[in-house]
């Protein structure tokens, strides 16, 4: 972990997509934060000291999916899928479920993390990210600790490292997507932990390799009354977002390798997504904080 020492610091942007409006002066404590991204070995041996079982290797709830077989409820998870160039799509129709993806197989029930234990774990929603900090005696980052660390000292810059978008800075997409992808950067799914220079706090992969959970409910853009000295979670579970106001979400952050330039382009700092805390995606996952000693 790296101890960061507090400051104060404009979370959001005003000038990149609605969600991430109003820019506004925020101040955060001293904290700690992991190095790199949870990876696959990290999340074995939790596994296998606790025994704990991922919501993906679960079966599908019945309450919330009566509708469906017990076949049809087995469990898997979202993967995505590129699209044939030439072939028609649609909006979102390169996610598929899967049947037996999860953690340990992370494109379904044929593929395996074998030779990848230094990659992040993906595939791992929220409640399981709450597990493993338990286990582990850290927390999720706030959203503001977060993007705070992911800036790297750096004062109202676009990108982790300046304001000049560089492929090879991190592990993005490259190309058209969701058609080619040229990986200039060298990697066309999740990349090996620490494969790409730090930022200024000497911390890895704040930008693209896989999104990150965050504690923070997610609202619709910055609460101008709730983010300003020290922002904690809020406690409201409503969510704030329009394109699906009745599911509740977290807050995700940092892009991952499917973040594109012409599709996405949340490889920002101030950029940021939601999600369902009860779905893990093959591009998801996760790394924590404690208090600073």
Known sequence: MKKI??????????????????????TVKDFCIDNYEV????????????????????????TQFPE????DRSPGSVVFQPILEGQPFSELSWW?????????????QNSTIEGKENHPVVHVAYDDAIAYAKWAGKSLPTEAQWEFAAR????????????????KKANTWQGEFPVKNTQVDGYFGT??????????????????????WTQDYYHYGHDSKSHQVNPVVSNEKESFDPRDPNVVKHVIKGGSY?????????FRPSAREAESADTGTSHIGFRLVTSAP
């Not at 598929?96 to 494109?107: E, I, L, S």
């Open 39 to 62: 990876t696959n070995q990290q999340f074995a041996k939790f596994v296998e000291e606790t025994g704990y079982i991922t919501i993906a290797e679960r079966p599908l709830s019945v």
């Open 5 to 26: 020492h507090g400051g104060t610091f404009t979370i959001g942007a005003n000038n990149e997509f609605p969600e991430e409006r109003s820019a506004q002066s925020v």
């Open 96 to 108: 598929h479920w899967v049947k037996g993806a999860n953690w340990r197989h992370p494109q379904g």
């Open 68 to 71: 469906l077989t017990e076949i």
């Open 191 to 212: 990349a090996p932990v620490g494969s790409f220079s730090p930022n200024g706090y000497g911390l890895y992969d704040m930008t693209g390799n896989v999104w990150e």
């Open 258 to 266: 499917l973040c594109a330039k012409n599709y996405c382009s949340r």
């Open 152 to 167: 790297g000292g750096l004062k109202d810059k676009i990108f982790a490292w300046g304001n000049t978008y560089n492929p």
